[in-house]
């Protein structure tokens, strides 16, 4: 579970650092957001979390789960544009949308193949890694 943790934890940072995206209006308001937003992405509570997995493989879930949030704050503007008069602006709308959301379905389907993947491969034996004797489990050949 150690993927789709991240990967949440991601999304969440993500979505703190967008929001912060949205107020930024001037060159001055930009220097302070960047500075914001780095910090929360890169460091503090999110690399306490993330520094526990340094060595795994499942560190690449954090940065998807960022992006994806990234992708999501701007869906205002796909439906705004959906909602424009304009064919040309309503279907970059209905793209975005679309995109947004099969990239989101794609990264949270990967991030669980991958979680499965590593549960079940654990044991060495094909058998998720609660049901081995080793992991504490009651499983019997």
Known sequence: MDYVGLFALGAFVGAIATVGLRYIRSVH??????????????????????????NSKALGAYPVGLLIALMW??????????KSPEKPLRKLGYLHIYGVAAASVLAVGLV??????????DTGDGKPAAASPAAGGTHKP
């Open 73 to 82: 704050a701007y869906a205002d503007v796909a439906l705004k544009n959906i």
């Open 29 to 54: 308001t930009w220097m302070q957001g960047l500075a914001t937003m780095i910090a929360a992405t890169l460091s503090g509570t999110a690399l306490l979390f993330v520094g526990h997995f340094n």
């Open 112 to 121: 669980l193949f991958l979680s499965i993947r590593d549960n079940w491969n």
